[in-house]
């Protein structure tokens, strides 16, 4: 299974970026699909996650102005971010799993990160 990430780029603050995460195969044989991210010099961090049902969890600092959604004819999941802050840069991954854990330690595939920055 191979994950993609797009959509990275330069924002300023309070303004609004999509993400987008391409898997290899159909995603609904993924039972989690999530979006964690890593700033510089900081631990890997989970900022949401989605399951084959449709749930979702999202990271305290992200909640109420991040949405995660799945499109599962096009094999994407989309990571949409308002309201963003300065404290928000980082490298966004994507990773998945076959099991019913966000943890990050439960991740089967990971694709490659995509940089967000977020200027002041």
């Known amino acids: 299974v191979q994950l993609q990430a797009f959509g990275g780029g330069l924002v300023q603050a309070g303004g609004s970026l999509t993400l987008s995460c391409t898997i290899s195969?159909?995603?609904?044989?993924?039972?989690?699909i999530t979006w964690y991210r890593q700033a510089p010099g900081k631990q890997r961090e989970l900022v949401a996650g989605i399951t084959s049902g449709g749930d979702t969890t999202y990271g305290d600092s992200v909640q109420g102005r991040f949405t995660i959604s799945r499109e599962n004819a096009k094999n994407t999941v989309l990571l949409q971010m308002y309201s963003l802050k300065p404290e928000d840069t980082a490298v966004y991954y994507c990773a998945a799993n076959r099991k019913s854990s966000y943890a990050i330690y439960a991740m089967d595939y990971w694709g490659k990160g995509t940089q967000v920055t977020v200027s002041s």
């Open positions: 195969e159909s995603i609904t044989s993924i039972n989690v």
